[in-house]
């Protein structure tokens, strides 16, 4: 069995300022954002679009709003709703932890909307366009989230190679790692995929349609292997809360991918 590094959570420490390991996972996660969005804009079909390196830079500004915003709103209401009405205020409290990724799409998705308004773009076009470079930075989040040891998997057998001890669960039991699953999974695997898919030109809303069906597939195999949070558990069908908020959004890509096949065949792109 291997021991979880027990990492210093701080990476940089230079007098009173210190860098915490997340953060730098969040300014890694931004800055592949920054470099693959440029190449995507880059790529003819985009490149006879318009779209330009200043047009991601400001996309990621909107693009951090939502993430914040819509992560923080989405842990309270998804994973304790009652806790928060109870004390709303502690909503603002971001700095002391509890973001989900389904409320942060949905707030990315809120911002890239407004987004496209202001910059009359088809919000679907704006979508196609990032869809590809999000899986990396999830995969960075997933890393720090390992290097924190939090967020830790479910028991696995002893004789299981990878399997590790995580001490901050309380428990010197082997689990799987299950952070580094869903870096590979809805990380490298996703963004190597869609990274692929998206080289030539596709309809409008189809890469978008991969990506949410992408991601929604991989989040809910990797919820099989991650600890279920202590105070919600395991909920009907044995299913965890991750995996019911992957199936509203396996529904949606399939719609879209429909959607963006029947306008296809109607001849518009």
């Not at 389904?102 to 990032?130: C, N, Q, S, Y």
């Not at 989040?141 to 004789?159: K, T, V």
Request: charged share 15%; aromatic share 16%.
């Amino acid at each position: 069995m291997l021991i979880h590094p027990q990492f210093d959570p701080i990476a940089i420490q230079i007098g009173p300022l210190a860098v915490h390991w997340y953060g730098l996972m969040y300014l890694v996660a931004f800055v592949l954002f920054v470099v693959f969005g440029t190449l995507r804009t880059r790529q003819p079909h985009y490149a006879a679009l318009g779209w330009q390196r200043r047009d991601i830079e400001d996309m990621l500004f909107w693009g951090v709003l939502g993430v914040v915003i819509g992560g923080r709103l989405g842990f309270c209401l998804f994973y304790q709703p009652a806790y928060y009405a109870e004390h709303p205020l502690e909503v603002l409290y971001v700095w002391r932890g509890g973001m989900s990724f389904h409320g942060g799409m949905l707030g990315v998705i809120v911002a890239m909307i407004l987004f496209a308004r202001v910059r009359r773009k088809p919000w679907l076009e704006v979508t196609d366009l990032i869809a590809p470079c999000v899986p990396l930075g999830l995969a960075a989040g997933r890393l720090g989230n390992f290097i924190n040891g939090e967020l830790w998997g479910r028991f696995a057998d002893p004789s299981l190679p990878w399997a590790m001890v995580f001490p901050q669960s309380g428990s010197m039991l082997p689990r799987h790692p299950s952070q580094l699953y869903q870096a590979l999974l809805e990380g490298l695997t996703l963004f190597l995929l869609l990274w692929l898919y998206a080289r030539k030109p596709r309809h409008l809303g189809e890469v978008s349609a991969a990506f949410l069906v992408g991601y929604g597939t991989f989040r809910f195999i990797a919820e099989y292997f991650r600890e279920p949070d202590s105070y919600l558990g395991l909920l009907a069908f044995n299913m965890s809360m991750g995996q019911w908020l992957c199936l509203p959004m396996i529904l949606a890509g399939a719609a879209l991918w429909g959607w963006s096949r029947r306008r296809a065949l109607g001849g518009q792109r």
